[in-house]
């Protein structure tokens, strides 16, 4: 008997421990990270921004790595005080624009969201059409990396190259792939001294004949980053269908680049030339 109650007291002191040791552990677990998504629409249409940005909004939930805030307006973006509890641009770490056109920021809303990554070290992402956002705000060309200049074959089966796989976003892809997508043609700010591709579309897999082709240098960046001041960009164009989004090595390159723009892997942004 006196041996049975020994052993039971010993089992509580392990229970209790083990307990405690629950405890810490969950106290020391990082807080969530948070993702701003902005689904604006001032220009073109896309049926896929509510697919998309949802979809950002599942993967931080699979993950457990961040919450996501979606929003149709732009008013968070500010570090301005709201009202009725409304979270402003200090309470995120990093943003995703899906949008088009000229969202009507004010000059001090434009100045919040660029001090946001370039001073405050936070992150900026782009899904698609991104880059066919505030045509008339060249400081907005200058963060993403690049404006939108048609996409010539509309949706098209092309072949991606995968110029970087030791980026975390684009080291799951094979070198080159098939893939079916609207493919996006850059214009200035573009350039690849300011950027690192990640992912191009291999010219030869295109029409390259087709009149609204404009890029001489056959170079069609999808996918690329750059470090912004003390901030992070990502952008890739590929997006237009909601099948996209459904792709999991698309998924997986969304989960990366949202953990290297919020700081929390690491990745080179160094620009660098074409392979030859």
């Given amino acids: 008997m006196i041996l049975f109650m020994k052993t039971m007291r010993l089992f509580g002191t392990l229970l209790a421990c083990c307990g405690l040791a629950g405890q810490v552990q969950a106290q020391v677990q990082p807080p969530k990270k948070k993702l701003l998504a902005i689904g604006e629409v001032k220009g073109f249409e896309h049926d896929s921004v509510s697919h998309g940005l949802a979809t950002l909004e599942k993967l931080g939930r699979q993950t457990g790595l961040w919450d996501t805030y979606i929003r149709t ?3 968070l973006l500010t570090k301005a005080k709201l009202p009725n509890n409304a979270r402003n641009l200090n309470y995120f770490d990093a943003v995703v624009f899906y949008t088009t056109g000229d969202l009507g920021l004010t000059d001090e809303q434009k100045k919040d969201l660029l001090s946001f990554v370039h001073d405050d070290g936070k992150g900026f992402l782009g899904a698609h059409s991104a880059t066919d956002t505030y045509f008339n705000w060249p400081e907005y060309g200058d963060l ?4 939108f200049n048609e996409h ?3 949706q098209v089966h092309c072949r991606i190259r995968v110029e970087d796989r ?3 976003a ?3 892809f094979p070198a080159e792939f098939p893939f079916y997508d609207e493919i996006y043609q850059l214009k200035e700010p573009y350039s690849r001294d300011k950027v690192r591709v990640l992912m191009s579309v291999d010219p030869t897999s295109v029409d390259l004949t087709n009149p609204r082709v404009h890029r001489t240098d056959k170079d069609f960046a999808v996918t690329w980053v750059r ?3 003390k901030g992070r960009v990502f952008s890739s164009s590929l997006g237009h269908r909601d099948e996209v989004w459904d792709l999991p090595d698309i998924q997986k390159m969304w989960i990366e ?3 290297w723009a919020m700081g929390m892997t690491e990745g080179d942004a160094t ?3 074409a392979a030859k």
């Fill in 170 to 172: 684009t080291a799951h």
């Fill in 257 to 259: 680049a949202v953990k």
């Fill in 144 to 147: 993403i990396g690049g404006y």
């Fill in 271 to 273: 620009p660098r030339p």
């Fill in 166 to 168: 030791d980026f975390p």
């Fill in 227 to 229: 470090n912004y001041g």
């Fill in 73 to 75: 307006d732009a008013e």
């Fill in 152 to 154: 010539p074959w509309g």
